[in-house]
C-alpha cells in the first residue's frame, strides 16, 4: 500500500503545476490581448474622442503591455497613442522618450506631457500599429491636444492611407 502512494507524488505535483498555470496571469501575445501589424495593413479611420472616464478612449495616452517585435513571449509596459477602433479593439501607436528618434523616418514628435512623469519630449512610431483588447490597457496616461493628435493623424492619412 505504501509503494502505491508513493506513486502519486508525481502526479500530484503535475496536477498542481497545472492548476498553477492555469491561475497564473499572463501576459499574452498573437490572440491575446495586444497584436501588432504594419500601419498600412491595418489602413483605418483615425478618431479623436478623448473622454478621461477611466476607460480607454481615441486621442488618449494609455499604459499597455507591449510585445517586443524580436520576441513577442517578451515586452514591457509601455504608452501608447490610441488613434482608432476596430471592432472591440483600441488601435494604438508606440510613444517612446528616446531623443534619438526626433527627426527619423516613421516617427513624429509629439512633444511632452502628463504621460511622462519626466516630462520629457516624446515621439509615436507610425510605421508599427497595435491592436490592444479594452482589458490590455492599464490606465489611462492623459489626452492629447487636438492639434498635436492631427499632427499624428495627417502623417498616418498621408503616408499609410487612413482615412
Known sequence: MLGAMANWGPLLRQVVDAGLKLL???RTTGGGSVRSAPTGDRARRVLYAPDPDGAADPGEIVWAWVPFEEDARRGKDRPLLVVGRAGGELLGLMLSSQHKRDGEPGWVAIGSG???REGRESFVRLDRVLEVAE???????AVLSRDRFERVADELRGRYGWS
Open 114 to 116: 502628463a504621460w511622462d
Open 24 to 26: 497564473t496571469p499572463r
Open 135 to 141: 482589458h490590455g490597457i492599464r490606465r489611462e496616461g
